[in-house]
């Protein structure tokens, strides 16, 4: 099984998903007390009113 790690900013977009990858991703928040969760994406959407926008996507790196 390969595991890939991406650590993206806040409220960060993903311009394109490949078929089944979506189900493959979790979203961790931060909370203030310094505990944090993990959400599927229809979860994190759900509890955050949050929706990846391919629009707002930018590049990361340089």
Known sequence: MLIR?????RAS???RLNPGVEDQIVYVAMYPDR???SYTPAEFAAKFD???DPEKAELLGK
Do not use: A, F
């Open 50 to 52: 949050w929706k990846n």
């Open 5 to 9: 790690e991406y650590r993206l900013p």
């Open 13 to 15: 977009h993903i311009r």
């Open 35 to 37: 505990s944090q969760r």
